[in-house]
C-alpha cells in the first residue's frame, strides 16, 4: 500500500516514515513547507507542497498537521479515491461539519488519539458514563501534557469527555467544566470537570475519575512514546484501503462492537 505522509519532517511525520516502514507498507511522498528539514528522511521519498500534489502518488494519506489546513486538505482529497487517516484536533464545530460532509465522498479516519489503549479508556469511559448516575458520581478529566503544548484541555481528554457525555444522554458543551479559579461556587450537577497541567516532555497522561460519596473509580492511560499515535495511525491507514466512503474512528479499526 502507498501511504502519503502529510508534515513529514515534523516529530511524528518522521515516526511514521518509520511504521509505515515498518509495516510493508510504502512511503509514496510527503508534505512539508521547509524541505531543507528533510535531512535524516531517505533520499528515495519525494516531497512535496501541496496535498494535492500528494495525493497523486498514494492511497492514503496521514495527516497529524494543524487544524488550520483541515478545510484545504479536504478540497484536496475529495474526488481523489485517497483515504484520509486525520488526526489533528481541535477542531472548530465549523471544521467538524466539514468533516463530516467530505466523508460522504471519501473514506476519512479521524481520532483524536490512535493508542488503542486511549480507544479502549473512551469506551470504558462511555460504559461508566451510562451505567454511573451522573447525579451520583461526579466525573472529572485530568490530564497532563508536555510544556510546547499549546491546546487545553487536549483533544483527547475531550474525546474522553464526549465519550463520558454520551454515555449520559447529553452533550459535552452543555455540562463542561474547566479551568475552574477563584469563586467558583458548589459543583453543578451532572458537570463533566476538566484540569489541564502542563511540564516537562511528559508525551500525555490522562485520568477519569467518577467520583460518589462512597467509592471512585479511576481509568488511567500514560503514553511513553509518540510512537503509539504513529503506529495506531498505520494500522487505521491499512485498515482503511477499500472502505466505503464514511467518517471512521479507532474504534472501527479496532472492531468495537457499537454500545
Partial sequence: MRI?????????????????????ATVAGGTTRSPEQAAGLPESIPLFTT?????????????????????????????????????TTGLSAQQNQMLREAAGYMTIVHAANFSPGVTLVRRLAQMMGQALPAESYDAEIVEMHHRQKVDAPSGTALAIGQAVALGRGVALEDVRESGRDGL?????PGAIGFAALRGGQIVGEHDVL???????ITLSHRAFDRRIFATGAVRAALWAKGREAGLYGMEDVLGLPPL
Avoid: N, Y
Fill in 51 to 87: 496535498m494535492s500534489a500528494l495525493a497523486e502518488e498514494c492511497e492514503a494519506v496521514i495527516d497529524f498537521t494543524h487544524a488550520d489546513t483541515v478545510a484545504s486538505s479536504a478540497k484536496s482529497l475529495v474526488g481523489t479515491g485517497v483515504a484520509w487517516v486525520l488526526g
Fill in 210 to 216: 467518577f467520583t460518589s460519596a462512597d467509592e471512585q
Fill in 184 to 188: 467558583t461556587g458548589p459543583r453543578k
Fill in 4 to 24: 502519503g505522509i502529510a508534515g513529514i519532517t515534523g516529530r511524528v511525520g518522521r515516526l511514521l516514515v518509520e511504521e509505515v516502514l515498518a509495516a510493508g
